[in-house]
């Protein structure tokens, strides 16, 4: 089984917080429509959204590849899919519209499933799927190194510091009840 890395999981979730947690204290201060209580109950959510995408699952056994999400989230939010080894014809690169390469299985009947990159173990994954496909693997590469979501995480570590500062600063100003 391989999970999405812990690096992405805590940088995207992170970065989610630090995006969203302003929010309520700034409609509070500005006077806007949406009550912040309203801003609380959507942030909540969407972080339970944001975890449950981000708890996906690779299954890889003799006869499949799967992908896969924990019973709490919801089927019509994020399905997964299941791939016999034997029904996998090709695995076809396709570039993305901000210049990088992911890669999708093709299956006999023609249908397209994304080869999950963002996982640990990216390396042992692909050589698992070379093993039971024969398919040359040589060329396949993760979407984004390492060394980018450590550069993403130190800027919402610093965006986060700003929100801090800004919140702590309207509430002992008393812009914020």
């Known amino acids: 089984m391989f999970r999405i890395s812990p690096l ?8 989610y917080v630090a995006l ?16 912040p209580a309203l ?14 995408a981000l708890s996906e699952q690779v299954i890889v056994d003799e006869e499949k590849i799967q992908v896969a999400y924990p019973g709490w989230v919801p089927k019509f939010f994020r399905k997964g899919w299941l791939l016999p080894w034997a029904d996998v014809k090709d695995l076809k ?6 210049g990088g390469m992911v890669y999708y299985f093709v299956s006999q009947s023609q249908k397209a499933y994304l080869l999950p990159m963002r996982v640990v173990g990216f390396g042992r994954l692909v050589k698992l799927v070379e093993a039971h496909t024969g ?18 995480l130190g800027f919402t570590l610093l965006l ?8 702590w600063t309207a509430l002992t100003q008393g812009l914020i009840a």
């Open 8 to 15: 992405i999981r805590v940088t995207l979730l992170s970065l």
């Open 20 to 35: 969203t947690l302003p929010l309520p204290f700034l409609a509070q201060v500005s006077a806007a429509p949406v009550p």
């Open 39 to 52: 801003l609380w109950i959507g942030i909540g959510l969407g972080a339970i959204a944001l975890y449950g």
């Open 93 to 98: 690169m396709r570039t993305t519209g901000q």
């Open 135 to 152: 398919i040359d693997t040589t060329d396949v590469r993760p979407l984004a190194q390492p060394w980018m979501y450590l550069i993403l």
């Open 160 to 167: 986060l510091l700003v929100d801090g500062w800004t919140i």
